[in-house]
C-alpha cells in the first residue's frame, strides 16, 4: 500500500512543529525506473488527520493545544456527520493533549519565521 499524501507531508510537518530535525545523507543514491504516478493529494481521512494533529493545533507558549473553538469549523468541513466529527474531533484532541509538551511551535509562528532564499 503507497503512503497517503498527507501523511508523508505530516510527518515533515510535525517534526518542525515539534522541534527536530529531519537530516539526509546526500551520498545515498537510488534510482526508480518504473513510470512515476502523480500523488494524489485529495483530501481523504489523512487529511482529516493531518489537519487536526497540526493545522489546527496553537501553541500557547508552554505546549500545544487544540482549542474546542476550532470544532464548528471542521465539523462544517469534515464531511462527517455532526456525531462522527466530535468523536474525530475529540479522540485527536485528547492525542494533542498526550502529546502536548512536544510541540515547539504551531503553523502560523512556523510559517512567519520562514525566509526567501537569496
Known sequence: M???YWQKLDFGLRAS????TILSD?????AYTAEQSPEDNTPDWSYKLFYLKNMAVRFNGEM???PGSRFPAYALRS???????RKEF????????????RFKSDVPSLVAHWEIPE
Open 64 to 66: 500545544g493545544v487544540l
Open 26 to 30: 546526500t551520498s545515498f543514491h537510488m
Open 79 to 85: 464531511g462527517s456527520g455532526l456525531l462522527d466529527a
Open 2 to 4: 503507497r503512503t497517503p
Open 17 to 20: 512543529l515539534w522541534g527536530e
Open 90 to 101: 475529540r479522540e485527536i484532541q485528547q492525542w494533542v493533549e498526550e502529546n502536548r509538551f
